[in-house]
């Protein structure tokens, strides 16, 4: 790293790439495929391969896939790149100015730059009274495992209708769980997508069967014989469970940047280039960048992956060349058979328009800020959803995504 330089990565030094998964996994790739032919080092906490998180709360949970083909490139793949894989391996501190990054056996880098990719944890919430969360290989084992245990009428409280709780909802619900899914909001993902697409999308829990109780949350937790845990709610209803798990948000993993001297404020604070200082970048769900006039964090699969991208292409540019980076934010949920989409970047106060279908069965709503068109939503319509993509990249209008609209 050239300390005080906005100068581009010279392509045969040395880059660490610390988080091995999707973000920082896309961001090696990427520094390969535009030339860079330095030492190339990728640090990971977790023992596997970087894999891929969305099958974990679907398929693996559903035990429809093997975890291990969840798994995003194989050995042979990273040593056919010439990827240092240092797995099992943290990163336990960053001296930017130094140019120096510490392993937790005591081992040292020195590399010319470094690519920032350590994700989210999850919040946990009574998690000594055995409430499980959804993040690992291992946690969605592990919950598969307990419901499995269990047999047929597992009873199952999912604390969060957030896009992680509905899935384990569906998916264990497709198992034959008994399910009860609790809401702190009126409506689930107002907070993200607004009531009016919210309460639609919590309708698919009553529809198929599972239980959504709303504007309630968690008050206390005992543990009874034979591992029934018995879920008191703020509303004085009281729900037995054999399993809890929590689903209530994630928080970016930057506790080891603490001394960095790095700006940390919910993330890794960088620039429109995704630089979080020189020669330091960042990517994927710990990293938050300017976008649309704020500082802005997204925590889904297509925004990692495009910023590991943009994070190699930072790099090589160097800072003071780099492009910003400009996506158009997307992301999926499949539950109950359903496919949510969500494309752009909404916000709760927007106003919705549905141009296609009904609330209450499959839709495509136009979200107007201003304007501006700033996202669509759309419950199992794929190919209209995806019509608008060209359109919120180029920054239309409300009225052209209205003439756009191909009900049907
Ligand atoms: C169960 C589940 C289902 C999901 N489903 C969807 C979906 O359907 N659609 C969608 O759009 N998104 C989905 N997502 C979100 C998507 O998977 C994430 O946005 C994506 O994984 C973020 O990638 P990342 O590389 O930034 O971070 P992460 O995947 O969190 O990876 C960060 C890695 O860094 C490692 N690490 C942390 N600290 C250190 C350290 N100090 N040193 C070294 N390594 C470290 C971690 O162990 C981890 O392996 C889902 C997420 C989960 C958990």
């Known amino acids: ?206 529809r198929h069967g599972v239980e959504l109780k709303t504007q309630t949350s968690v008050g206390a937790l005992t543990r009874g014989p034979g591992g029934t845990t018995s879920v008191e709610l703020t509303d004085g209803t009281t729900q037995d469970a054999d399993v809890v798990v929590a689903g209530i948000g994630v928080v970016p993993e930057v506790s080891w940047l603490e001394d960095s001297a790095l700006t940390l404020d919910n993330g890794v604070v960088c620039d429109a280039g995704l630089f979080a200082a020189d020669g330091v970048v960042a990517a994927g769900d710990l990293a938050r960048w300017p976008f649309e006039g704020e500082l802005t964090r997204i925590e889904h699969w297509q925004m990692a992956a495009d910023m590991g991208n943009g994070a190699a292409t930072a790099l090589l540019a160097g800072r003071s060349a780099a492009p910003a980076f400009v996506p158009v934010p997307y992301f999926w949920s499949d539950q109950y058979g359903e496919k949510i989409q969500v494309l752009g970047h909404p916000s709760p106060d927007d106003e919705v328009v549905v141009v296609d279908g009904t609330l209450e069965e499959r839709f495509v709503a136009l979200y107007r800020r201003g304007d501006a068109l700033s996202g669509v939503a759309a419950l199992s319509r794929p190919r209209q959803l995806m019509s608008y993509r060209a359109l919120l990249a180029a920054g239309a209008s409300f009225d052209e995504g209205l003439a756009a609209a191909k009900p049907g």
């Open 1 to 206: 790293m050239s300390p005080a330089s906005g100068d581009p990565l010279e392509l045969d030094g040395t880059v660490v790439v610390v988080g091995a998964s999707l973000a920082g996994l896309r961001a090696a790739q990427g520094l390969r495929r535009d030339g860079f032919v330095g030492r190339l080092v990728l640090v990971g906490a977790e023992d596997h391969l970087p894999y891929d998180r969305p099958p974990l709360s679907k398929q693996v949970l559903a035990g429809k896939w093997a975890p291990d083909r969840a798994t995003l490139c194989d050995q042979g793949a990273l040593d056919d790149l010439g990827i240092e894989a240092r797995l099992g391996h943290r990163a336990v501190s960053l001296d930017v100015a130094g140019r120096r990054l510490e392993l937790d056996d005591g081992s040292m880098e020195s590399p010319d730059a470094v690519v920032l990719a350590t994700g989210c944890r999850p919040r946990h919430l009574f998690a000594d009274q055995g409430v499980m969360v959804l993040r690992t290989i291992e946690d969605s084992g592990e919950l598969r495992a307990r419901g499995v245990a269990v047999g047929e009428g597992c009873r199952l409280v999912v604390i969060g209708a957030g896009f992680i709780g509905s899935e384990v909802a569906s998916t264990c619900s497709g198992l034959g769980c008994v399910i009860t899914v609790i809401e702190t909001l009126p409506v689930p993902m107002a907070s993200a997508l607004g009531t009016t697409v919210g309460g639609a999308l919590g309708g698919l829990h009553g």
